[in-house]
C-alpha cells in the first residue's frame, strides 16, 4: 500500500469557508480524485475518513470535508441539517479538488456513504464532472423508508410538522429549536436505537485525548427534520446516468428490499451490485474487515474494472 499525506483545505460556497481533509498520495504526478460525503449530520472524521485513508494508500486522492452549518465549517444555524446546501457544497468540493495539483481533473469519482448517497446521487445527475459514483450502505431517503425508521406513516408526518414548526419560528423570530441527534430518553431524538447510540455518543467526548473525533456534536437543527423526512430520493435515481456501483447488506440502512428496488430503476447503462451478506451498518463505519474488504470492491470500480452482480 502506497504513502500519502494529509493537507488540510479550505475554499468558500456562496460565502461560507468549508474546511476539509485531502489525502494525497506520496507517488509523483496527478491521481484520480475521490470526494466523500458521508452520514446524517456527519463531520469528516467519522466514517469518511476511514475511506478516505485507504482509498488513498490504494493511490486515490481523495477529499473530505464538513458540510457548511457542521464541524470546522461556517454557516449558520449550526448543525442545520440542509440537503440543499449539501448538494451544493459537494458540487463545489468537486469543483475545487478537481483543480488541485494533485488530482488529474479527467478522473473524478463521488462516493456517498449511508445518507450520503442521497446527495451524491443529486449532483451527479447533475454534474458530468463526476464520473463514476458508488453508493456504501445507503440510507435511501424514501416515505417508506421513513416509515420504517420512525414507526409508521403517521410518525413520519409529526415529525414533518414539528420540523416545518421549527422552521416557521426560525424565519419569523431568528429562534433555533435542537433536537438530539441520538438518545435513549428522549423521544425526540432523530435516532434512538441503541446500537447507533452507542456508536455516535462516543463522538460527543471533548479534551486532549479526543481532538480526533473533530467537532461532531449531539444535536441537530429540529427544522432539519422537515428537510430530511420529505426527501425521495426515487426522483433523482431515474434520471442517473453516470455509471454507479452500489453496495449494501442484508441489515445496513434501509434494510434489504429497499436498495434492491432503487438498483432496478438506475437508468444508467453501467451500473453494478454487490451485496455483502448479514452486516450492521456500523460496520461499514469502522469494521477494519468490512472496510478493507469495501474499499477493494471501489478501487477496482473506480479504475474502471468489472463487478459481479450478486443476488442472494
Not at 61 to 77: E, K, M, N
Amino acid at each position: 500500500m502506497g504513502a500519502y499525506r494529509i493537507e488540510v483545505v479550505r475554499w468558500t460556497v456562496e460565502g461560507i469557508e468549508i474546511c476539509g481533509l485531502a489525502c494525497l498520495p506520496e507517488a509523483p504526478g496527478s491521481h484520480p480524485g475521490v470526494v466523500i460525503l458521508g452520514p446524517v449530520a456527519f463531520v469528516k472524521e467519522q466514517s469518511p475518513l476511514q475511506y478516505a485513508t485507504r482509498l488513498a494508500q490504494a493511490g486515490f486522492a481523495t477529499l473530505v470535508f464538513d458540510p457548511r452549518y457542521h464541524g470546522h465549517s461556517g454557516g449558520l444555524p449550526r448543525r442545520f441539517e440542509s440537503g440543499t446546501a449539501k448538494v451544493a457544497d459537494l458540487m463545489a468540493a468537486v469543483e475545487y479538488f478537481a483543480a488541485h495539483p494533485a488530482v488529474d481533473a479527467a478522473r473524478i469519482y463521488g462516493l456517498g456513504i449511508c445518507q450520503g448517497v442521497n446527495w451524491l446521487i443529486e449532483a451527479a445527475t447533475t454534474m458530468p464532472q463526476i464520473q463514476r459514483v458508488a453508493l456504501v450502505a445507503g440510507h435511501y431517503l424514501l416515505p417508506e423508508t421513513a416509515a420504517l425508521y420512525l414507526g409508521g406513516a403517521e410518525a413520519v408526518q409529526r415529525r414533518i410538522a414539528a420540523g416545518e414548526q421549527a422552521q416557521s419560528d426560525f424565519i419569523a423570530t431568528g429562534t433555533v429549536h435542537y433536537i438530539p441527534i441520538v438518545s435513549l430518553t428522549d423521544a425526540n431524538a432523530l435516532l434512538v436505537a441503541r446500537p447507533i447510540y452507542e456508536w455516535y455518543i462516543r463522538w460527543a467526548d471533548r479534551g486532549p485525548a479526543w481532538d480526533f473525533h473533530g467537532a461532531w456534536e449531539n444535536r441537530i437543527t429540529a427544522m432539519s427534520e422537515a428537510d430530511i423526512w420529505r426527501y425521495q430520493v426515487d426522483v433523482p435515481l431515474r434520471a442517473l446516468q453516470t455509471p454507479t456501483l452500489m453496495i449494501h447488506a442484508d441489515r445496513a440502512a434501509s434494510g434489504s428490499e429497499i436498495p434492491r428496488r432503487l438498483f432496478t430503476t438506475i437508468p444508467a447503462a453501467e451500473k453494478h451490485l454487490i451485496w455483502l451478506e448479514d452486516q450492521v451498518q456500523l460496520q461499514f463505519y469502522e469494521d477494519p474487515l468490512i472496510l478493507d474488504r469495501v474499499v477493494a470492491y471501489l478501487a477496482t470500480w473506480y479504475r474502471g474494472g468489472a463487478q459481479e452482480v450478486y443476488s442472494p
